[in-house]
Structure formats: C-alpha cells, structure tokens
C-alpha cells in the first residue's frame, strides 16, 4: 500500500520553494526602496531562507508547525510593508487548503475509503 501522506511531504517541499522564491524575490524589491531599513529586508530575507531550510526536514512530524509558524512570521511583514503582509495573506489561504486537504485524507484512510485501500 501506498503512503499517502508521502506526497503531502512533496507538496509541502514545492509550497515552501515556491513561496521562499517570491519571499526573496520581494527582498529585492524591499531593497530599493528609502523607507524601509536594512533590519527589516534582512528579516525578510531570514524567513525565505528558512522556507528553503525547512524543505529539508519536510519529513519530520513537526515540520508543519514549523511551515505554518513561517506563515504567522510572513503575515506580519503588514508591520514592515503592505506587500510582504499581502503575499503572507495569500500563501497563508494556500497553506490552509493544502491542511484541509492532508486532513480529509488521513480522515478517509483512517476510515479505510481510500482507493489504495479498496479490495477488488
């Protein structure tokens, strides 16, 4: 039998990479700009490494948390610049589809209603 929860490990390393690159492709753009200081790019920059980081320990069982503890951090970048909070907004409705779908998953496989679970 197939894991299913092995290619939510997948998803949530693609998310991550997908979301690290806008994060700090958006620090280039904070770069340029007068009104925001050196700290806070680099607190931007911080969270997009740590994206790339966490797709290592993908497979540990706290690496979730720690994705979406990443997601609270991004939804505060409103405080540096309306952009970063906007971008944290949407990755944070991508990352609360993606659990919803993890969680109707381990509920029907816990229910034996997966088709890898079905006998012929």
């Given at each position: 039998m197939t894991d299913p929860m092995k290619g939510f490990r997948g998803v949530m390393s693609a998310m991550l990479i997908l979301?690290?690159?806008v994060v700090l492709l958006a620090v280039l753009?904070?770069?340029?700009?007068?009104?925001?200081?050196?700290a806070e790019t680099w607190i931007v920059a911080a969270i997009?490494?740590?994206?790339?980081?966490?797709?290592g320990?993908?497979?540990k069982?706290?690496?979730?948390?720690?994705a979406l503890g990443l997601?609270?951090?991004l939804l505060l970048g409103f405080f540096i610049t309306p952009a970063i909070g906007i971008v944290g907004?949407?990755?944070t409705l991508a990352w609360a589809w993606v659990t919803w779908m993890r969680n109707d998953?381990?509920?029907r496989m816990a229910e034996g209603r997966l088709p890898s679970q079905q006998q012929d």
């Open positions: 979301e690290a690159i753009l904070l770069a340029r700009r007068d009104d925001i200081t050196t997009g490494v740590a994206m790339i980081l966490l797709c320990v993908a497979t069982p706290w690496a979730l948390g720690a997601q609270g951090l907004v949407l990755f998953v381990a509920k």
